[in-house]
C-alpha cells in the first residue's frame, strides 16, 4: 500500500460525515470509458452533437443511434470496488452522501442509499409530451438490435428521453441543493474518478474546503485542486478501494 493511500484511508477513518464526489473515473473499470481520457466519448463527435437538449428535440432516432454503445454498455455494467466501498462507509454510519456526475446509475445499483445524481440517469425516462415514467432497461435490447428506434410513450405515443441532463438543460434543482448542503456539511470530501473540470459539479470541492473539510482525491491524474487536497492518490480505483475495504471490515 502506498504512503498516500495509508494518509486517504486514515482520514476516512477519522471522519464521520465524508461526501464522496463521484466522476466517470469510478465506472472505467465496469467498462464504462471515462470522457476525457484515451478512447473517451469527447473524441465521439457525433455522440456529443446529439447530446443537447434541441439535438434530441430535432431528431430523437438520432439521439438514440448515436447513444446506443452507451446505453448497452451502462446496461450491463455492475459496480466497481469503488462503488462498494463506498456503500460500506456508508452502512458504517461514516458517510452522509455521495453526489455523483455519473449518469450510469452504478451507486443505485452496488446499494448506496443517499445519493445525488447531478446530470440524472440513463436508467429511467420520462414521456416528452405527457411525462409518464418508464424504466429504460425495457427498452435496451430493442434499441441495440436495431428493432426498436425510439422508445414510444404507451400512454400518448411520444418520444421517451431518458432522465439525464443534456448540453442546454438545467441540472435538477433538488440534487443540486441536497449536493450544497452536504458539501457544506462534510468533515472529509472524497472525490474518485473526476477531472474535476465540469461545473458546477466542480465547485463542490471548493464548498467543503471553504467549510474546513479535508479533501482527498483518488484519481489517475492530476488536477486543479490538487494543490488544495491534504492528500492525492494516484491509482486505480480499483486498487484504493480493495485497500481501503480490507480497513472497513
Ligand atoms: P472525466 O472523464 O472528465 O474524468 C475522469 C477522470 O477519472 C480522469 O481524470 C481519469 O484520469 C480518471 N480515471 C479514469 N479511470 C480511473 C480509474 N480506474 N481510477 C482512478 N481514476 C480514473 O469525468 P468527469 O469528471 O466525471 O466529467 C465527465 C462528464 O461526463 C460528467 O459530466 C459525467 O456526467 C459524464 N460521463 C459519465 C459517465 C458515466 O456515467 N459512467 C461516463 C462518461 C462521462
Redesign the pocket.
Known sequence: MTLNTERAIDLMRKANRIVALS???????AG??????PG??WEDTDLLRQMSASGFRRNPEGFYRASVTLFST?ARAEPTLAHRLLVRLEQLGKLDAVVT????G?HHAAGSDKVYEL?GTFRTGRCTKCGSRFDMSDFYSGIESGQLRVPSCTACGAPIKPDVVLFEDMLPEDAWQGAVEAAQNCDLMLVF??????YP?AELPMIALSNGAPLAI????A?AYDAMATVNVR????DFAKAALAAFV
Open positions: 466522476g466517470a473515473g469510478i465506472s472505467t473499470e464504462i470509458p471515462d470522457f476525457r481520457g473517451g466519448m451502462i456526475q455519473n449518469i450510469d452504478l446530470h474518478g473526476s477531472s474535476l473540470v465540469v459539479a483518488v484519481n489517475l491524474e488536477t491509482a486505480k480505483l480499483g
